[in-house]
């Protein structure tokens, strides 16, 4: 695909963006390349409704923000007590590396493509219910 055809394919995405449009996946946390150990997405895939036993494997509705931040509410109440001290205890939600948005992600969002930017993002909510944090991308 010629440079030409790729501006006009991206193009065409950006204009299917809507702020505030929404999608509903479960994340599992960790790095990918830990074998999802440490701090960050391992990986986001299609919502389930029925429970899974892994409890690092939280739903979030992940939201477009505005032209460079996603915005994810995790469901706080499907966390098990150890992953709330390891993820929430602290003051911010930590990416140790890049993390690609999926396709099914990015399709539903009205995204050409996105990659996350690792980093600490402070969080921005946080009660009984859910956890609120603002993440910076980047194509």
């Known amino acids: 695909m010629k440079n030409a055809d790729l501006n006009r394919t991206y193009k065409i995405e950006d204009k299917t963006r809507q702020l505030g449009v929404s999608i509903k996946a479960n994340v599992m946390l960790g790095v990918l390349a830990k074998h999802c150990k440490g701090q960050g997405i391992c990986k986001i895939i299609p919502y389930e409704e029925k429970q899974t036993t892994n409890c ?3 739903p ?8 460079s931040n996603l915005l994810f509410r995790f469901e706080y109440t499907k966390l098990c007590e150890n992953c709330r001290q390891d993820f929430w205890d602290m003051d911010s939600f930590v990416l140790e590396d890049d993390f690609l948005l999926p396709r099914f992600v990015c399709e539903a969002l009205g995204l050409y493509q996105r990659i996350l930017k690792r980093g600490s993002y402070p ?8 956890v609120v944090v603002s993440v910076a991308s980047y194509w």
């Open 56 to 58: 690092r494997v939280l």
């Open 60 to 67: 979030a509705t992940i939201e477009l923000q505005n032209e």
């Open 123 to 130: 969080l921005l909510g946080i009660n009984k219910c859910h």
